[in-house]
């Protein structure tokens, strides 16, 4: 942001400077005065509609995925709880969750979970539009939306009951707005732009690293004049700092200290990170990738000559990234996936754009780019259809689990672990409290906010196509369906201790109660849940069954 390096507002108290010349874009670049603005409109339109019909069927035929548990069941409970748990337990950014609550307010569904990242995959478009718009002209605008519509990250992440959509929606706007900053160069156009920032880091950890690089840039760019501009932009600066200490207890979480001998990510890890999110961000793999590639880095090129700060940044937010992965060193490596760079993706699309509005021939390229942005692959993998889970979250696998389960859940009762059976079950499911798997600080802090005592415990067990003695759980009452059984555990548990003690208690028997062959993922689904409760129960001074 260039922060009012103004005389004119300094000295006569004007509000707006004119746009300086060489930001302006040349008049070639605009769409012809026949197509005019509804030219304009009606593609940004046909894109988003384009988008919405890829969309629209995953939101009921693509099956419910572990991640988008995470997403509901948080989600479903009071907001203060939703604060808590997301801010302090598990580290991170509350605004996707709060969200979901609002639209849960309305329906308390998976639907309506993956329609709010519809609306805002939508909303991405026409963000990318303007941002386009404002860097290169109406052709660079249309160009821009076209390419973040056919995107392989919208197309897989626009119906994903997550915070994806959201991230590359707050990016849209964070981008849009700074160049609207620096056109203007007002105080009122930097505190937008500096409230913009402020979403970034809300709805994603990642964001974090995007907003650090903004403000070098803007920091730059303002040189300390004039100081009034700086003033609001300050203030939001400091309502950002509830995310830093949320940064903190992820990171603390994630065992990142320079005393670890293991890295985040290896290079070739972080590198693979980079290159898929870039074929996902436009042209997929093959010769369609390498055309948009071509682009980019022409448009880019082109950009920079006029717009360096814009180039700038988005570079290396795109970069940094990865490399940081590479360098950080953990005691535990989180999931590394090309969607976590999808904040990225109006900035490349942008690029694209400006290449297509710099071509000769401008509209026969843009009708070009078109096609091949819609016949691209999508460069990226789907998770709901690479995982062991994720088979298991169909309609017909999860229609009799969940309804036995609305039947018997009620308020103040446990669920374990964030399971897809537990997202079908909503609204009933929400009453209850869900315990995350992966970690145990996050698992005790869950319990410390429990009303004890508890009465009762319902775990979810994906069994898939393998057989579970009759036997092992003959103790608890066990419903068994077509994927998953769910085993109900009753009693008085007066602390989290006997929580826990409960539900390793039933895994382990479980476990020694499956029939081989038992699938390899199925096998460490049990091993993880096993070991993290294990480890909880010694945190509070307990012994593990399974020791």
């Known amino acids: 942001m260039r922060l009012l390096k103004s005389r004119a507002s300094l000295g006569s108290g004007a509000s707006r400077l004119p746009p300086v010349a060489s930001q302006v874009p040349p008049d070639g670049s605009r769409l012809p005065p026949a197509a005019g603005r509804l030219g304009a409109a009606a593609a940004v339109l046909a894109a988003a509609g384009f988008l919405l019909a890829r969309l629209a069927p995953d939101v009921h035929g693509k099956p419910l995925f572990e ?15 939703i604060l808590v748990t997301t801010l302090w337990d598990r580290g991170g950014a509350p ?81 849009d707005l700074f160049v609207r900053a620096l056109d203007l160069r007002t105080p009122r156009a930097a505190a937008a732009a500096a409230a913009a920032a402020w979403l970034l880091p809300a709805v994603h950890p990642y964001g974090g690293i995007v907003v650090a690089i903004e403000a070098v840039v803007a920091l730059a760019l ?37 005393a670890s001998s293991r890295r985040l990510a290896t290079r070739d ?40 700060a814009f180039v700038m940044w988005g570079l290396a937010a795109l970069v940094l990234p990865p490399l940081l992965s590479s360098l950080v060193h953990t005691g535990r490596a989180p999931d590394l996936s ?39 692959p999508q460069g990226i993998h789907d998770p709901r259809s690479i995982t062991y889970t994720a088979t298991l979250g169909t309609e017909e696998a999860l229609a009799a689990p969940s309804a036995w389960l609305r039947e018997r859940v009620q308020a103040h009762e446990v669920l374990y672990p964030y399971s897809s059976v537990f ?20 698992i005790l802090d869950a319990l410390d906010r429990l009303d004890y005592p508890v009465a009762r415990i319902f775990v979810a067990i994906p069994t898939g196509r393998t057989r579970l003695s009759s036997a092992a759980l003959e103790e608890y009452r066990v419903a068994r369906f077509q994927s998953w059984v769910l085993v109900e555990l009753r009693g008085e548990f007066s602390d989290p201790a006997s929580v826990l003690a409960a539900i390793e208690k039933a895994l382990v028997a479980a476990r020694d109660g499956l029939q081989p062959p038992v699938p390899e993922p199925l096998a460490g689904w049990f091993g993880l849940n096993v070991d993290v409760l294990c480890k909880s129960l010694r945190e509070l001074g307990s012994e593990c069954v399974s020791e």
Do not use: K
């Open 67 to 81: 991640d988008e548990a995470v997403s509901g069941l948080i989600g479903a409970r009071p907001p203060w709880e």
């Open 269 to 308: 890890e972080a590198w693979n990170q980079l290159t898929d999110a870039v074929r996902g961000f436009a042209g997929g793999t093959g010769w369609t990738f390498a055309v948009f590639l071509v682009l980019a880095v022409a448009g880019a090129l082109l950009l920079a000559r006029r717009r360096p």
């Open 222 to 258: 303002w040189r300390g004049r004039p100081l009034r501009a700086a003033i609001p932009v300050a203030v939001i600066g400091l309502a950002m700092l509830p995310f830093a200490v949320a940064d903190l207890r992820l990171a603390n979480r994630f065992e990142v200290s320079s």
């Open 423 to 442: 997202l079908a079950a909503l609204p009933e499911a929400g009453r209850a409290t869900a315990l995350p798997r992966a970690q145990a600080g996050p």
């Open 338 to 376: 090309p969607r976590h760079l999808i904040f990225a993706l109006p900035f490349w699309a942008a690029f694209i754009g400006t290449a297509v509005a710099r071509a000769p021939a401008r509209m026969v390229v843009l009708v070009a780019v078109a096609v091949l942005a819609g016949i691209s």
């Open 95 to 175: 605004l996707h969750f709060l969200l979901v609550h609002v639209a849960f307010s309305f329906d308390a569904s998976s639907s309506a979970l993956r329609w709010l990242s519809v609306v805002f995959a939508l909303a991405t478009v026409g963000l990318c539009y303007d941002l386009g718009r404002r860097l290169e002209g109406s052709v660079a605008g249309v160009a821009t939306a076209v390419v973040a519509a056919c995107s392989g990250m919208l197309a897989v992440y626009g119906s994903f009951g997550r915070m994806y959509a959201l991230l590359a929606f707050a990016a849209a706007l964070a981008a």
